[in-house]
């Protein structure tokens, strides 16, 4: 399990998950998931609700522990209890279904506060650079407008910037449209797919078909907790080979 | 100064209303020491309160029993127990142990009754402060915990920059409350001979035998001051004021 001081080279995975199980007391949640992310992959994980994508994301920075296997990033083995968990949160950024942002804190100083506290950076350079990342996601002039008087959307974005301003190798976003509006949903998406050119590696949990095939490199199809199926977009959306895959895609589709 | 003077003279003069520190300068010198002392007990007792609260409140969340515990017991006891209870403890009990020996051979105590009075009074306060706290910090959503925690920010800094400004913000209004009932409940000190307000006006009223007058005096100069208290407890409330934010 002491690998953690394993150098990583950018020719091996980024992830890197080996037969990961858990379970919340006796139900079993992910039963044995192995899978591989290289740098610069946009992956998405889809799948009925229940069937263990989310708590699989939140396994990747630990906000889940896990029963067995092992999740390496980065060659961090994340579960080790040793780890120092601040060097893995400054390479894995999350975004989250319901925003999270700080309420009582401006856009920009939601952006902000991370780099300041946490990595002690100089306020006037995570300044300027947070006021970049709110123009990046397109919410210029939203700067000093709290989270109360911002839309769905416009808080999810307000969200990756604050996520981005750590400076992450890996994104994770989990279901970050799925209490959108259906009109707000696009400006996030642009977002994500803004980055995913980029060539940030972006690990994302959704339900929008439609964008997983048009911006990830592979698709994973859970059930039960298990990869049942998986594939580049194109493939494994014309002609999926296990019923389930099937079955589940005939009725988001 | 001299025509308020010559007022409560004719107040006197006319109807027979005593109310003595409007021309006696001994007796409102008295008052006004009071007064005094009853701002001060206030003052400082809502601050070592607040600071009972916040560390009371952090202890009871912690993960360790050896934390946990002591708070529990601490809340629970000075919750379930008279106040004045409590003040005789602190007073005749504790203060009759802790006790120095004077220069002269004498015996004086350690900690005066005003400093028992705020020590009493901070930690009756400050337990009840420590359960609304505590039902602020769990008013802060859980989620909201998580995108810090994956931020980086430890327990602690999460505590500080997140946890406490949103659950201080959902505890104001019980929080006046209590800052209110902790003005009022100065007045026990009265009966270890702290000389604050009610003491000064029962030395007024025992000499003048102006009782009715004192009271009425009392009592306006007691909403007087939880106005101020309430006016600041607002004003506070308005600054904290989130746009767009439920509480």
């Not at chain 2, 308020?4 to 027979?16: C, D, I, K, N």
């Not at chain 2, 601490?74 to 004045?84: A, E």
């Amino acid at each position: 399990m002491a690998m953690t001081d394993v150098k990583w080279t950018a020719d091996q995975p980024i992830v890197s998950l080996k037969d990961v199980r858990k379970s919340y007391g006796s139900v079993p949640v992910l039963n044995g998931i192995s899978l591989d992310i290289m740098k610069g992959e946009v992956i998405c994980i889809i799948g009925p609700s229940g069937s263990g994508k989310s708590t699989l994301i939140r396994c990747i920075n630990a906000l889940n522990d896990i029963q067995g296997g092992s999740i390496l990033v980065e060659g961090l083995e994340v579960h080790d209890p040793k780890l120092d968990k601040l060097a893995l949160r400054k390479k894995v950024g999350m975004v989250f279904q319901q925003y999270n942002l700080f309420p009582h804190k401006t856009a920009l100083q939601n952006v902000m506060m991370a780099p300041v506290k946490v990595l002690k950076e100089n306020p006037a350079e995570v300044e300027k650079r947070a006021r970049e990342l709110i123009r990046k996601v397109r919410l210029e002039g939203k700067e000093n407008s709290y989270p109360g008087e911002l839309s769905g959307g416009q808080q999810q974005r307000v969200a990756i910037a604050r996520s981005l301003a750590m400076r992450p190798d890996i994104m994770l976003f989990d279901e970050v449209t799925a209490a959108l509006d259906p009109e707000t949903v696009k400006e996030v998406l642009v977002t994500i797919k803004d980055l995913a050119a980029e060539g940030m590696t972006c690990i994302l949990v959704t339900h929008e078909m439609g964008f997983a095939r048009e911006v990830a490199d592979h698709i994973y199809f859970t059930d039960k907790g298990v990869i049942v199926e998986h594939g580049p977009p194109a493939g494994f959306f014309a002609n999926p080979t296990d019923p389930r895959t099937r079955q589940f895609l005939s009725q988001v589709l | 100064m001299e025509t308020v003077e010559t007022f409560f003279q004719w107040l006197r003069q006319s109807y027979g209303i005593k109310i003595t520190i409007g021309y006696d300068a001994w007796d409102r010198a008295q008052f006004l020491a009071g007064l005094w002392t009853t701002v001060k007990l206030s003052v400082l007792s809502i601050i070592f309160s607040l600071i009972v609260g916040v560390i009371g409140a952090f202890a009871q969340g912690s993960k360790y029993l050896i934390l946990r515990a002591p708070i529990g017991i601490f809340v629970t006891f000075f919750r379930n127990t008279p106040p004045l209870v409590q003040l005789y403890f602190f007073f005749f009990a504790l203060g009759s142990v802790l006790r120095v020996t004077t220069e002269t051979g004498g015996s004086a105590p350690m900690v005066s009754a005003f400093s028992w009075a705020v020590i009493s009074l901070s930690l009756f306060a400050g337990a009840l402060n420590t359960e609304i706290f505590r039902s602020g910090i769990e008013a802060v959503p859980k989620s909201t915990l998580e995108a810090s925690e994956s931020l980086g920010f430890t327990r602690f800094q999460t505590y500080l920059y997140v946890v406490l400004p949103l659950a201080l913000r959902i505890s104001l209004p019980s929080l006046g409350t209590n800052l209110v009932n902790l003005v009022k409940t100065t007045s026990l000190a009265y009966a270890i001979a702290v000389p604050e307000l009610l003491y000064a006006a029962a030395q007024i009223w025992s000499e003048q035998l102006n009782v009715r007058e004192m009271m009425t005096v009392l009592l306006l100069t007691y909403i007087l001051l939880v106005a101020v208290l309430v006016w600041i407890l607002g004003r506070w409330e308005k600054a904290l004021r989130i746009p767009g934010y439920g509480v």
